[in-house]
């Protein structure tokens, strides 16, 4: 695997790092007058774009005005800050505010429910929340809420704002939620050096540099959109597009072109969507455009090809985690192999572990060809410190001197990833981690439903699996399959809901009693169950 395979890693951050900084401070310094953040509302039959610019130093303005606000309540080094604002200029500026601050930024999916919006308040202890009130969330009373349009609104005309923190590389800088193979979203805790961390990328996947526009086609909640679609882009200089206009699934290159987008990222879905909509003429209208960017899920060949042939241009594919974002990438520099999302990034070091010598409690490096559990040198700068509050789970995650993942992988000759699957049961929506046992707690006590065991269901060759609930009833007719889907409509944040229900007589289980899934997903294939 050539440099990946040194134990060098990337180099540590300087002290003291801030994200807040590196990624908002200095841009302002050398270039205060660069557009940082256009926020685009829409484009009209003109091609003309509607949108709000934001100069680097008018973000940086913003982020310590919001950061004198949120220590204005009082809140202590450390404190977390939940921001549940949507797709708006309100949220990087609470992102970074919170961060230049000190202070430990919670950013939440608009897509949740109340219910699970009010669990990540609870389990974060955050101390403040930025919100937008059209985003259903109840805050306890002796919580100080920042309403979002002060965030975004006026500039402050004072000039006397405070510096950015003077924060240590490893110090808490933001906390996001993502499933795991429990019942609950778990926290994982990421350092001010996880934005030095990702340098990496800025060449082995992108080929990204100050003169870029990026637009991702994510919510900013989310650690790919954050990542890619924002920090990024911004610790360079190079401009960022925030999409906040009505839902579209075909808008996407029409922003392209309005706003001059040199890169796009999205996940394979949006993709082949695109593919299958848009007509030949849309993609010769996209001048600025260099190649196309994609990670969540696996892309599949066909799509692949579909682009390729479609656009004359590259589509480079990455994978990652929420623990360490992508690591493993092709590039301009990085041939594409389809089937493979590419090589480990120059300066990363991975390996394929023996997951039999792992429960053994030992570190076992498996030869090219090999499969087993995907790990990463724990020395990254990229890599989270932990999860939040669970130390076993960070304990089994982080040995020795490796994180280990919950995937199964192989490298080629070459030193191409090839990946297998799960070692666990979490399943993979919209590019998003969704733990089976977290949709079957919320299904539980639907009206005559006895059991429920939870599946990603393959439709198809191109890739796309669909969320399944196989439920058994308590008697003969005493379940409707809609009931299922509307309870978890009010249960559920949208990409976590079952897109499917099937009824059967009994749930597989081994011998010790866990649930088989891949037999009911392979009995789902097969036919051999009648769906509701």
């Not at 009082?74 to 919170?98: E, H, K, W």
């Not at 430990?104 to 009130?133: I, K």
């Not at 401009?239 to 392209?256: E, F, H, K, S």
Request: one cysteine or more; hydrophobic letters at 40%.
């Amino acid at each position: 695997m050539g440099e990946a395979s040194a134990r060098t890693g990337t180099e540590p951050a300087p002290t003291p790092f801030s994200m807040a900084r590196w990624c908002v401070g200095d841009p302002a310094a050398r270039r205060p007058d660069h557009v940082a953040l256009l926020v685009a509302h829409g484009v009209d039959r003109d091609g003309h774009l509607d949108a709000d610019r934001w100069t680097y130093a008018q973000v940086d303005t913003a982020v310590r005005a919001c950061a004198a606000r949120l220590t204005g309540f009082g809140l202590q080094r450390g404190d977390r800050v939940l921001l549940r604002t949507g797709n708006r200029a309100a949220f990087p500026i609470a992102f970074f505010g919170a961060m230049s601050a000190g202070l430990v930024a919670v950013p939440v999916s608009d897509q949740l429910t109340a219910d699970e919006a009010a669990f990540v308040l609870a389990d974060s202890g955050a101390a403040a929340v930025v919100h937008d009130p059209a985003l259903p969330l109840a805050v306890p009373e002796q919580v100080p809420v920042l309403p979002a349009d002060a965030v975004d609104g006026a500039l402050p005309t004072h000039d006397d704002l405070p510096d950015h923190v003077a924060t240590d590389p490893d110090e808490p800088a933001f906390l996001t939620y993502t499933s795991g193979t429990t019942g609950r979203p778990k926290g994982v805790l990421h350092a001010h050096r996880s934005a030095w961390g990702r340098r990496p990328m800025h060449r082995g996947w992108y080929g990204l540099g100050p003169q870029d526009v990026v637009l991702h086609a994510g919510a900013l909640s989310w650690t790919y959109t954050l990542g890619v679609g924002l920090t990024d882009p911004w610790a360079l200089g190079a401009t960022a597009v925030v999409y906040d206009g009505p839902r579209d699934r075909l808008v996407w290159p029409r922003l392209i072109a309005a706003a001059g987008a040199t890169l796009f990222a999205a996940v394979p879905g949006v993709y082949r969507h695109l593919l299958r909509e848009c007509g030949p003429a849309v993609w010769t209208s996209l001048p600025t455009l260099r190649h196309g960017l994609v990670a969540g899920e696996a892309l599949p060949p066909a799509v692949l090809e579909a682009w390729t042939d479609a656009t004359g241009r590259s589509l480079y594919e990455a994978f990652g985690m929420s623990e360490i974002s992508t690591f493993v990438s092709a590039g301009p520099e990085t041939p594409v192999r389809p089937g493979s999302p590419g090589r480990p990034q120059p300066g990363r070091r991975v390996a394929v572990l023996d997951a039999e010598a792992l429960e053994q409690g030992r570190e076992v490096e498996l030869p090219q060809g090999s499969v087993g559990r995907l790990a990463v040198d724990r020395t990254d700068p990229g890599l989270m410190l932990g999860y939040w509050q669970r130390p076993q789970e960070s304990a089994e995650a982080l040995r020795g001197n490796w994180f280990v993942s919950g995937d199964l992988a192989a490298f080629d000759d070459d030193g191409y990833l090839h990946h297998h699957g799960r070692a666990d049961d979490v399943m993979t929506a919209m590019g998003y981690r969704v733990a089976p046992a977290e949709v079957e707690q919320a299904l539980a006590d639907v009206p005559g439903l006895a059991e429920v065991a939870v599946a990603a269901v393959p439709i198809g060759d191109d890739g796309v699996s669909l969320i399944t609930a196989f439920v058994v009833p308590q008697a003969p007719g005493s379940l409707d399959p809609g009931t299922v889907l509307e309870h978890a409509r009010a249960r559920l944040a949208p990409y976590k809901q079952p897109r499917e229900v099937v009824l059967v007589e009994a749930l597989p289980r081994t011998g010790n009693g866990k649930i088989r899934r891949r037999a009911l997903v392979a009995d789902r294939q097969t036919g051999d169950r009648s769906s509701g």
